[in-house]
Nanobody, 115 residues
């Protein structure tokens, strides 16, 4: 099993930047693809970004020009840097880990973009 602990959410103004972090612990977290999804009220959960163990990245279409995902395998941590935040980025952001048929979710961290 893998446990995921997110941090870094909060209230920001439009145009500002934010970094989310997620620490993975448990059984062999380095073999998992780690990523971030988000869900706003009334919307489906959507991919923000994910990164595999060797650094291959995939970004969601809604944010791909404004976010960067990175991972530190020594620290079992994945980071999400979001720039030029917009009102539409307001959501709960969830850390996700997947390997083969196993997948795990963090509890989520709230990001609110408001002026």
């Amino acid at each position: 099993q893998v446990q995921l602990a997110e941090s870094g959410g909060g209230l920001v103004q439009p145009g500002e930047s934010l970094r989310l972090s997620c620490v993975a612990s448990g059984s062999y977290p380095n073999v998992y693809t780690l990523g971030w999804y988000r869900q706003a009220p009334g919307n489906q959960r959507e991919l923000v970004a994910k990164i595999n163990p060797v650094g291959g990245r995939e970004y969601g279409d809604a944010v791909k020009d404004r976010v960067t995902i990175s991972r530190d395998n020594n620290q079992n941590t994945v980071h999400l840097r979001m720039n030029s935040l917009e009102l539409g980025d307001t959501a709960t952001y969830y850390c996700h880990a997947k390997f083969d048929r196993q997948e795990y979710w963090g509890q989520g961290t709230q990001v609110t973009v408001s002026s």
